[in-house]
């Protein structure tokens, strides 16, 4: 993988954490930035993609789809009554 060189700007306390941070993990400050990046990067894409399928199951039951769910609520209970 190529690695670019970049240059970011960042508050001076943001900076210090980081600092203190990579120190503890003993990785280099490109490294923890990298790592930050990554992770943010992966909770993002997670986030957006609950959002997708959470707009999908957020349409109403139709008819069809209800009348469906009586009928297997019913042969549920009379399964779960059978095997008593």
Do not use: C, P
Not at 7 to 20: D, Q
Not at 32 to 61: H, M, P, R, S
């Amino acid at each position: 993988m190529a690695i670019i060189k970049t240059a970011v700007s960042i508050e001076s306390g943001l900076f210090e954490k980081a600092e203190k941070a990579a120190q503890n993990l003993k990785v280099s400050r490109s490294r923890l930035f990298g790592l930050a990046l990554e992770n943010y990067l992966t909770q993002l894409e997670n986030f957006l993609l609950l959002k997708k399928i959470n707009k999908v199951y957020a349409d109403k039951a139709d008819e069809q789809e209800l009348d469906f769910n009586s009928i297997m609520k019913t042969y549920h209970i009379n399964r779960q009554e059978d095997n008593w």
